[in-house]
């Protein structure tokens, strides 16, 4: 016995240009009809945001303790992008940047 789906219609509004760039699209990618084209599309979209990571920046770091573990990262990473330390650290990108610009200033990254 298969289990049914309740699909719901979901009104949309698209300006002419758009729609005529769905179809475009949907005919190009050998696609039924311009609905299929817009679940396709959307379902992707779910599938992509799902998987992205929030990143809750702390805010009660200071400056000298964001250099101190910024020097506690870099010691466990070869290497790393400026970007990546603050993801991993949980920093502010600008707090990141002024202390990564001190720590090269006082001779402790290169």
């Known amino acids: 016995m298969q289990k049914t789906i309740e ?3 979901v009104p ?5 240009s758009a729609i005529k760039k769905i179809d475009e699209t949907a005919e190009r990618l050998g696609l039924k009809s311009r609905s299929a084209l817009i ?3 959307t379902e992707k979209y779910i599938q992509e945001v799902g998987s992205l990571k929030v990143i809750e920046i702390r805010d009660n770091v200071d ?3 964001a250099k101190a573990e910024i020097l506690a990262y870099l ?3 070869e290497e790393a992008e400026t970007f990546d ?3 991993d650290l949980r920093l502010d990108l600008d707090l990141t940047i002024k202390a990564l610009k001190e720590l090269w200033e006082e001779g402790e990254v290169g």
Do not use: G, P, W
């Open 7 to 9: 699909k719901l219609v």
């Open 12 to 16: 949309v509004r698209f300006s002419k």
């Open 39 to 41: 679940r396709e599309a």
């Open 63 to 65: 400056l000298q303790d």
């Open 75 to 77: 010691k466990r990473h």
């Open 85 to 87: 330390i603050a993801n």
